[in-house]
C-alpha cells in the first residue's frame, strides 16, 4: 500500500506470468472493490508483475483495475 497527499494505492507484486490471473481475481473480489468505495479517485488498486532475468523497463508488466 501506497499513501501521499490523501491519496492511497494498493499494489499486488507477483511473477509477469500471474499477472492476468490476479488482476481478474481482484476484479472478482467484492473486498478489493469495497477498498475503493466512496473515494474513487482518491483510491486505486495496480497489480505489478516481474520479468525474471530481464532488466529495465521491460522487466515489470503494470495493470491497473
Known amino acids: 500500500m ?3 497527499d490523501g491519496n492511497v494505492l494498493l499494489v499486488n ?3 509477469a506470468t500471474s ?3 490476479r488482476l481478474a481475481k ?3 473480489s467484492p473486498e478489493a472493490q469495497g477498498w475503493c468505495a466512496g473515494e474513487p479517485r ?3 488498486f495496480a497489480v ?3 520479468k525474471k532475468g530481464v532488466r529495465g523497463p521491460d522487466a515489470l508488466v503494470w ?3
Open 2 to 4: 501506497a499513501y501521499r
Open 42 to 44: 482518491r483510491c486505486g
Open 63 to 65: 495493470r491497473e483495475l
Open 26 to 28: 481482484a476484479q472478482a
Open 19 to 21: 499477472v492476468s490471473k
Open 48 to 50: 505489478m508483475g516481474w
Open 13 to 15: 507484486a507477483t511473477d
